[in-house]
């Protein structure tokens, strides 16, 4: 087994001690210095790794900090230090710049991409292109908006039939067998949104103008192309993005409206508002079986007789408890995978809700979790243990179609109504997920777009991809109010598509699993255990996977989905 700088201990008692900011900054310094001097390839390679070492304590902390900040975002110690360590590590960047010249300009370049493979040289020339420190001040503030939206969002509650409810809580009430419990959720739901949105439009309104200003400031025509190159988006370009939504609204779109209309009849409304979407059986959907701490111990099971490599992880992350599930005042919405590399431990936070999305987390996030505890033990250079998001989303959708056999245990004997569902939310999702990115890419577009502009733009793109949907006049929400419960618009810009490149790999892994199963595992095992050393296609081709971009591949990858979904619904 790898060894890790620290000992492994229960997350809870995972020690913080503030990172010492000027070692950071001398290790830099000092691995520039023996970068540029180093007479051989060993002495240049010990200066990389050096470095890798020096830096993992505060990437560790770093982490460490940014998890606890949101568990509890009314938390005022993390929130301070989160912002100090932000602050630091926007200093560093000339630094970690400098660096990175001289490792890009070293007579031993070739030896490092003949061991590590040209994809390391790749990302040192794109950070080169990204990092200034020019930039640095906003850097910084970009960072601590994010952070006030989160700690905004977070906080946001409404009092629904006597009970306190923020989002998640609202949405699970929006998948109730009573339509007057759903529609009144909603409107709560959508309220709340219309009570906090001043705030929020405020937030992103400086969050657009600070991106555009880093892009005007290091070059970039707007912020789209820089935003492409930091999300190291070598193989493809915004037009082969936008060729890939037409696919989408062209074939999934027509599909997703007649599932949308099946639905309608079985549910037996007159017309299908956004509220009844998320029930998709009139008896109610399948709800997962047992509590918290029952559905890991199921999970617990099922990755043990899924394979070797699988039981051993989940293992490791139940036995050091490193994950935070439970929905609570004050934390952070939505779900997500982080790692704290001083330990050798994925992290998994989520927001459990009595639904079936808790089910999801504990194989969505759990895939991203067993690739990276793969790749922490087995890819020496940090820097490529992670890939890009469009492969990395592979990783866990994948991992939520290999669960299906195992899902009579969560859901007992509803658990083929938990796999059509399943399906049905990963195929009806995918329009969705295209609004989002043709919507940012119209925004840093027209940097001149106030909120009510974004609002008609959000509404014109989401008829398109989805003209089935309907707000059941809410003002709010009908003129264009729903982009703003994205999180990734404002954390992660441009993020979201990658989910639904990631689910035609899905699909295609799906479709391989009901007929060669093992050669299914073994090519998927094969892409996590590759992490980020290759680049995006090539890393597709490494797994037999199709490109997503060519056309014709969404419509092969759909086509058994929807076969599939014609017999189950």
């Known amino acids: 087994m790898k060894q890790f700088r620290y000992p492994p201990v229960p997350f809870d008692e995972m020690p913080y001690v503030r990172p010492d900011a000027a070692a950071q900054r001398a290790a830099l310094v000092s691995a520039a210095e023996a970068m540029r001097s180093a007479g051989d390839y060993p002495a240049a390679r010990k200066a990389f790794f050096d470095l890798q070492d020096a830096r993992e304590e505060f990437e560790t902390m770093f982490s460490l900090c940014s998890v606890r900040a949101t568990m509890d975002t009314t938390d005022a110690f993390y929130e301070t230090e989160i912002r100090l360590l932000r602050e630091e590590a926007a200093k560093l960047i000339p630094l970690k710049k400098a660096f990175d010249q001289a490792l890009a300009a070293s007579r031993f370049r070739a030896d490092f991409e003949r061991e590590f493979g040209p994809q390391m040289m790749k990302l040192v020339d794109a950070g080169l292109r990204t990092a200034d420190e020019r930039i640095v001040p906003d850097v910084v503030k970009e960072g601590e908006l994010t952070q006030k939206y989160q700690k905004d969002s977070a906080v946001a509650s409404a009092d629904f039939r006597g009970e306190k409810c923020n989002f998640y809580g609202l949405l699970r009430h929006m998948e109730s067998t009573d339509r007057r419990e759903r529609a009144e959720a909603f409107r709560v739901w959508a309220a709340l949104y219309a009570r906090i949105a001043p705030g929020l439009d405020e937030t992103y309104a400086a969050l657009v103008e600070v991106r555009n200003g880093m892009a005007e400031k290091l070059g970039f025509k707007d912020y789209t192309d820089l935003c492409y190159l930091k999300r190291r988006r070598f193989d493809y370009t915004r037009e082969d993005a936008a060729n890939f939504r037409r696919q989408i609204r062209e074939t999934v779109t027509p599909a997703v409206a007649d599932i949308r209309e099946r ?6 409304v007159e017309k299908l508002h956004w509220y009844d979407e998320s029930l998709l059986y009139p008896e109610g959907n399948a709800d997962p079986i047992g509590s918290r701490d029952e559905l890991v111990e199921k999970a617990g099971r099922m990755y043990r007789e899924m394979s ?8 490791f992350m139940r036995r050091y ?13 939505g779900g997500y995978m982080t790692s704290l590399p001083g330990y050798g431990a994925p992290f998994i936070f989520s927001n459990f809700n009595g639904t079936a999305a808790d089910v999801d987390v504990l194989t969505h996030e759990a895939g991203h979790a067993f690739q990276g505890y793969l790749a922490m033990r087995s890819i020496p250079a940090a820097m490529l243990r992670g890939s890009t998001s469009e492969i990395n989303e592979i990783h866990s959708m994948t991992m939520e179609h290999f669960a299906y056999p195992w899902m009579g245990s969560f859901f007992g004997e509803n658990s083929e109504k938990y796999i059509t569902s399943h399906l049905i939310g990963a195929l009806g999702v995918l329009p969705y997920m295209c609004c989002v990115d043709e919507f940012q890419h119209e925004v840093y577009a027209h940097p001149e777009y106030g909120s009510a502009d974004w609002r008609k733009a959000w509404r014109r793109i989401e008829r398109a ?9 809410e003002p709010f929400l009908e003129e264009g109010g729903f982009w703003m419960q994205k999180q990734h618009i404002f954390l992660y810009p441009f993020y979201y598509i990658d989910y639904a490149l990631a689910q035609m790999c899905a699909f295609q892994f799906y479709g391989l699993m009901k007929t060669d199963r093992e050669k299914a595992w073994e090519d998927y095992l094969r892409l996590c255990r590759a992490g980020g050393t290759m680049g995006y296609f090539d890393l597709l081709e490494l797994a037999g996977l199709d490109n997503p971009f060519a056309d014709g591949t969404v419509e092969k990858s759909v086509g058994h989905v929807l076969k599939e979904l014609e017999e189950r619904y």
């Open 263 to 268: 639905q309608r009849r079985r549910l037996g």
């Open 308 to 315: 070797g490599e699988t039981g051993e992880f989940f293992d």
């Open 321 to 333: 408890r490193l994950f935070d599930l439970d929905t609570r005042p004050g934390k952070r919405m």
């Open 465 to 473: 991809y989805m003209p089935w949907r309907s707000y059941d006049g």
